[in-house]
């Protein structure tokens, strides 16, 4: 039997390697003060670290990879940008992990992996019950095997210099870090610049 089965309505996820940052920056991530404890782990007070002329062309580079996923992938129109919001850094100790959230106030959010080594956490994605792609969750279908239609959720064990980015509201958790070395990532968020819609519904953001 020929048959085709068309992957309808699928949540984005962008996965790249961006290369990774210089010793220099490197040491001054490690100096930094992480006071703000939340959800398992502590992250830097300053919550626009991206604004620091340090990471300067770091955020190009984010930024380049987010325009690569709205205007190649996501074929958004050219008159719309997504531009950085507030962004952060996470460092996670041994044992240390993120519990399941989502980002408020932001239409695309992303991490990119300063230092990650085997073991120091996987990211998990989680489907939301509210998300009918197959079946409704008040009926739980078993499944012999989970593939990209079925899965409850999705994991990523990522390295050094990799860089994810995905639809906000799509829920996450970072698992403990089962090594010595400290993991730091770098949290960011974009909100879409520019005209949207049109007639009685367009929308200046």
């Not at 008040?138 to 409850?152: C, D, E, G, L, M």
Request: glycine share 6%; with cysteine; proline share 5%.
């Amino acid at each position: 039997m020929k048959y085709q089965t068309t992957p309808l309505f699928a949540i984005p996820l962008f996965y790249s390697n961006i290369g990774t940052v210089d010793p220099i920056t490197m040491k001054w991530i490690e100096n930094l003060d992480y006071p703000d404890e939340a959800a398992g782990h502590d992250h830097t007070d300053d919550k626009y670290i991206l604004n620091n002329p340090k990471l300067s062309n770091l955020k190009k580079q984010i930024q380049e990879a987010c325009n690569v996923f709205v205007k190649d992938e996501l074929q958004v129109n050219d008159d719309v940008e997504f531009e950085m919001q507030n962004s952060w850094i996470n460092r996670h100790a041994k044992d240390e992990q993120n519990t399941l959230h989502w980002h408020s106030n932001a239409m695309l959010s992303g991490v990119y992996y300063i230092q990650n080594e085997p073991g120091a956490g996987d990211i998990v994605f989680h489907k939301s019950h509210l998300y009918y792609n197959l079946f409704h969750d008040t009926v739980r279908v078993s499944f012999k095997n989970h593939n990209q239609w079925n899965t409850p959720g999705f994991t990523i064990s990522p390295k050094s210099g990799d860089i994810v980015i995905f639809p906000s509201h799509l829920e996450h958790q970072v698992t403990p870090n089962q090594t010595t070395t400290p993991r730091y990532s770098l949290a960011f968020n974009f909100f879409a610049r520019g005209t949207v819609g049109g007639g009685t519904s367009e929308l200046k953001l």
